[in-house]
């Protein structure tokens, strides 16, 4: 048997990966984020389930991996809950069923999945081509990603934070 056969390929799921390694591997350069087809291309199954009393959840059995979310939330609460329980799963692999009530703990873990999240929906490089496009009209910007306006005012901050 040749050496390199008997070295481990890495399983996906214990690697590390931020936002724009996410949006590299799923080829998405443009707005909005597909963010339904990345978790496709992860591996993970998003279903919509009828009035849970939840926002969101997500289950690790073996290497099979689900998202779900309520079927009666707009698009945008969807789009928002799949990348956040996708920066759990990506940052704390989940193994059990892990379900998020609302969105408003502010542990380190939530924290880090929200701004995975911001930097998903709404990432830099993306932000700054349609700042040139359309200007600093938030609404045309959060159209523009299919997101909500609190979330876009997030990561304007963050940008202008960096320059």
């Not at 590390?16 to 199954?45: M, N, S, W």
């Not at 911001?118 to 040139?132: D, F, H, R």
């Amino acid at each position: 048997m040749p050496p390199e056969a008997t070295v481990p390929i890495p399983r996906i799921w214990k690697l590390r990966f931020e936002p724009h390694d996410v949006l590299l591997y799923c080829k998405q350069t443009e707005p909005p984020v597909d963010i339904r087809y990345i978790a496709h291309k992860l591996g993970i199954d998003v279903r919509e389930i009828e009035d849970p009393g939840w926002a969101a959840a997500a289950k690790r059995v073996d290497v099979r991996r689900v998202i779900w979310v309520p079927k009666t939330a707009v698009e945008l609460r969807k789009r928002f809950a799949i990348a956040h329980m996708l920066g759990h799963m990506i940052h704390r692999p989940v193994k059990e069923v892990f379900v998020e009530k609302d969105f408003q703990d502010k542990t380190k873990d939530e924290q880090k999945a929200n701004q995975f999240t911001s930097e998903l929906l709404v990432p830099k490089a993306m932000l700054v081509t349609q700042l040139v496009r359309v200007g600093p009209k938030r609404a045309l910007l959060a159209d523009a990603f299919q997101v909500s306006e609190t979330l876009l005012e997030t990561r304007l901050e963050a940008f202008q934070a960096c320059l």
